[in-house]
């Protein structure tokens, strides 16, 4: 990847990371803001329905303790009571529940038995539990009605007192849509009513769900389905809950519905309350935040494609232009420059850059000259140190034949017998010496062929594996798929050779010689290992210099040629060795195209 895509790349993430950040932050915020606003406005209805239904129980009281109060039922309850015949008065709640303004009443005996309902007169006669078991207040209650249907209403008991043993009156008013039409709501608010069909203990609250029983003002509650959950586990748990409702699948039509369980006055829930606030001014904030989010991370984008392109034509380009220029320098044309332009700090790299070159070009001429001295002075010394060694046995014999020229011819003859061994046996040294000095001078160049390099781990396998000898094994790893070799095969079998052949010198008392070859992507390995002592780090970093050697005897020339052969074959050789643990040369040549 480029410095130019690098520069838009980072410019187009720190953009939309900036962005995404803002809108997630300011969403968060909205989501706060909304679910505040909706909290705040469902408890200001609880404590407007909590005074309405106050206001409520109030009135229901006052119009029951106006009929408890009433001649009419004092009359009743005194003829009651001499008599004891309430067949006169079957009818008599329903004039009374007019007179109040009230759905439900009915005329409770002293024993707890109806006298008159009005809404059911065919239940005189029948118990009222609530006669007996509620106090003088106001409560919730379940109404049974003749159509088989229970309906939830507010009521109030009083008693009336003209004799002994009180008459009561039980008075209510329902809680269905008129009820609710009547509370106060909020725009994008809306407000049900549950009434718990089966209505226990909270232990015991039933799990089956009657959405006839859900009601609004305006009629029964659409999608009553979807409060089913919250509206259970609020009968189950007893307190009030919240929770977010999807009517579909838009999150524009999703409400945050409060659920509120009303109970009566021992804390069994009858009823649920719940308040609905719709979330659509929310979705519709956020996705018109997110919408203008995405305006903005796309011109930011764009902005930074053109801020990336001037960047690039002030920064990239030069900084371009220089990597190449290092490119060809590191390739060997240290004659490249740059272009200089302006006074800023690229322009000071830029100069910087030309300046290095040139003083590279310098110091190259000087180093090839100083390594050429160098070389010569080595190849003196080396040549030097190699022609000293026959030239003193030259040199004694013949001052030897010098001296013996004085002796018998008998004695001379044996003399010069042994001097001409001697001098031809020197001879040939000297000319083995200068025959290596001439075969390193003139290294031919390879003659490249096609050839696999299983192949050529083969022949040098079954050249040296009869002379390795007893105490020597040679062994061979060489992979199974075709591994092909633009090569030189002489140049070649002629490098493993002498690694075989120094891998050997180096095991004086027997070992094991490895030799492997493995594809390795575009390349192919080669490698030849021993069990000898190894060498230290030093003798690594020498081993490759021409005329250095670890031997008692030899030019130092063998690994300086294999090195040569390799770096011909556009290929490298190293080593791996640690004093103690053997060592082992690894040849990677190119891997010729298919």
């Known amino acids: 990847m480029s410095l130019r895509q690098k520069l838009l790349l980072l410019f187009s993430l720190t953009i939309a990371a900036t962005v995404a950040a803002v809108t997630w932050t300011v969403l968060l915020r909205i989501r706060h803001v909304f679910e505040q606003r909706d909290q705040e406005e469902t408890a200001l209805f609880v404590s407007q329905f909590q005074r309405e239904f106050q206001s409520s129980s109030a009135e229901v009281a006052a119009s029951v303790q106006r009929l408890a109060e009433s001649e009419r039922a004092r009359a009743i309850a005194v003829e009651l009571a001499q008599t004891g015949d309430p067949a006169p008065y079957v009818n008599e709640a329903q004039t009374m529940a007019q007179e109040g303004h009230l759905n439900y009443l009915e005329i409770v005996a002293p024993g707890g038995e109806i006298v008159s309902s009005a809404q059911w007169p065919a239940r005189f006669g029948y118990p009222e539990p609530a006669a007996t078991s509620q106090t003088e207040g106001s409560f919730l209650k379940r109404e049974d009605l003749p159509d088989g249907t229970q309906a939830l209403g507010l009521f109030a008991i009083r008693a009336v007192r003209a004799s002994e043993r009180p008459l009561r009156i039980l008075g209510g008013e329902k809680l269905d849509q008129a009820f609710l039409a009547g509370l106060p709501v909020a725009p994008g608010m809306s407000v049900g009513l549950y009434a718990d069909p089966q209505p226990g203990p909270a232990s015991e609250s039933s799990a089956e769900f009657d959405s006839r029983q859900f009601i609004a003002a305006d009629g029964p509650v659409a999608n009553a389905e979807a409060y089913k959950p919250l509206i259970l586990s609020t009968l189950a748990a007893g307190r009030q809950s919240t929770s977010i409702l999807y009517l579909t699948k838009k999150r524009e039509e999703s409400l945050n519905v409060t659920a509120i369980p009303l109970k009566n006055e021992s804390g069994q829930p009858l009823a649920v309350l719940t308040v609905a606030i719709s979330r659509g001014g929310m979705v519709a904030a956020q996705q018109q935040i997110r919408a203008?989010?995405?305006?903005?991370?796309?011109?930011?984008?764009?902005?930074?494609?053109?801020?990336?392109?001037?960047?690039?034509?002030?920064?990239?380009?030069?900084?371009?232009?220089?990597?190449?220029?290092?490119?060809?320098?590191?390739?060997?044309?240290?004659?490249?420059?740059?272009?200089?332009?302006?006074?800023?700090?690229?322009?000071?790299?830029?100069?910087?850059?030309?300046?290095?070159?040139?003083?590279?070009?310098?110091?190259?001429?000087?180093?090839?000259?100083?390594?050429?001295?160098?070389?010569?002075?080595?190849?003196?010394?080396?040549?030097?140190?190699?022609?000293?060694?026959?030239?003193?046995?030259?040199?004694?014999?013949?001052?030897?034949?010098?001296?013996?020229?004085?002796?018998?011819?008998?004695?001379?003859?044996?003399?010069?017998?042994?001097?001409?061994?001697?001098?031809?046996?020197?001879?040939?040294?000297?000319?083995?010496?200068?025959?290596?000095?001439?075969?390193?001078?003139?290294?031919?160049?390879?003659?490249?062929?096609?050839?696999?390099?299983?192949?050529?781990?083969?022949?040098?396998?079954?050249?040296?594996?009869?002379?390795?000898?007893?105490?020597?094994?040679?062994?061979?790893?060489?992979?199974?798929?075709?591994?092909?070799?633009?090569?030189?095969?002489?140049?070649?079998?002629?490098?493993?050779?002498?690694?075989?052949?120094?891998?050997?010198?180096?095991?004086?008392?027997?070992?094991?010689?490895?030799?492997?070859?493995?594809?390795?992507?575009?390349?192919?390995?080669?490698?030849?290992?021993?069990?000898?002592?190894?060498?230290?780090?030093?003798?690594?970093?020498?081993?490759?210099?021409?005329?250095?050697?670890?031997?008692?005897?030899?030019?130092?020339?063998?690994?300086?040629?294999?090195?040569?052969?390799?770096?011909?074959?556009?290929?490298?050789?190293?080593?791996?060795?640690?004093?103690?643990?053997?060592?082992?040369?690894?040849?990677?040549?190119?891997?010729?195209?298919?």
Not at 353 to 372: D, G, I, S
Not at 386 to 401: D, G
Not at 562 to 584: K, L, P
């Open 292 to 594: 203008t989010a995405y305006g903005v991370a796309s011109g930011g984008m764009l902005l930074a494609i053109v801020f990336s392109l001037w960047i690039a034509a002030r920064v990239s380009r030069p900084i371009e232009e220089m990597a190449r220029a290092s490119e060809a320098v590191a390739a060997g044309n240290w004659d490249v420059t740059v272009e200089e332009r302006g006074r800023d700090e690229l322009s000071v790299l830029a100069r910087s850059f030309n300046h290095m070159t040139a003083e590279l070009a310098a110091q190259r001429e000087r180093l090839v000259q100083t390594e050429r001295v160098a070389a010569w002075r080595e190849l003196a010394r080396r040549l030097a140190h190699e022609l000293k060694n026959p030239l003193f046995p030259l040199q004694l014999t013949v001052e030897n034949l010098a001296r013996a020229r004085q002796l018998p011819e008998p004695e001379f003859d044996e003399v010069f017998e042994e001097s001409t061994r001697t001098l031809g046996m020197e001879i040939a040294n000297l000319k083995k010496i200068i025959g290596r000095f001439s075969d390193f001078s003139k290294m031919p160049r390879p003659q490249l062929e096609r050839i696999d390099a299983a192949g050529l781990v083969e022949r040098v396998r079954a050249l040296y594996a009869n002379a390795c000898g007893d105490n020597v094994n040679l062994q061979t790893h060489v992979a199974t798929e075709r591994m092909p070799l633009d090569a030189d095969p002489e140049l070649l079998h002629r490098a493993l050779s002498n690694l075989v052949l120094n891998a050997m010198d180096a095991m004086p008392d027997g070992g094991t010689v490895t030799i492997s070859a493995r594809p390795d992507g575009n390349t192919i390995e080669l490698k030849v290992g021993d069990t000898g002592q190894g060498m230290t780090p030093e003798e690594c970093e020498r081993l490759f210099t021409p005329y250095y050697t670890t031997k008692q005897h030899g030019t130092g020339l063998g690994l300086a040629i294999v090195q040569s052969i390799v770096a011909d074959h556009a290929g490298t050789i190293a080593v791996e060795s640690h004093a103690g643990s053997g060592a082992t040369f690894i040849l990677v040549l190119p891997r010729a195209g298919e």
